[in-house]
């Protein structure tokens, strides 16, 4: 149980917004192009960088040591556990 609310309790870090537009103007299309080229198109290297994107791989899960001890006992079929 003591597992469940240190889960529950958790709180994200802080987001901030991307780097990129979100807006179908040509502004924002220019923006985007400009934050590409910046980086030589590397589409992984932009959202790895920034922590606290909100576009960041996994920024709206739990990190899996808060939920192993949470999940540990849900192992459906007797399967080893997938790691995210």
Same mark, same amino acid.
């Given at each position: 149980?003591?597992?469940?609310? =240190?889960?529950?309790?958790?709180?994200?870090?802080p987001?901030?917004?991307?780097?990129?537009?979100?807006?179908?103007?040509?502004?924002?299309?220019?923006?985007?192009?400009?934050?590409?080229?910046?980086?030589?198109? =590397?589409l992984?290297?932009?959202?790895?960088? =920034?922590?606290?994107?909100l576009? +960041?791989?996994?920024?709206?899960? +739990?990190?899996?040591?808060?939920l =192993?001890?949470?999940?540990?006992?849900?192992?459906?079929?007797?399967?080893?556990? +997938? +790691?995210l």
């Open positions: 149980m003591a597992a469940i609310k =240190d889960a529950r309790a958790w709180h994200p870090p987001r901030f917004k991307p780097l990129f537009k979100f807006k179908l103007t040509e502004l924002a299309a220019r923006t985007n192009l400009e934050i590409l080229e910046l980086y030589n198109y =590397d992984q290297v932009i959202l790895l960088e =920034d922590a606290h994107s576009l +960041r791989p996994g920024s709206e899960l +739990r990190p899996t040591a808060i =192993d001890p949470v999940l540990q006992s849900h192992n459906p079929c007797g399967r080893e556990p +997938r +790691r």
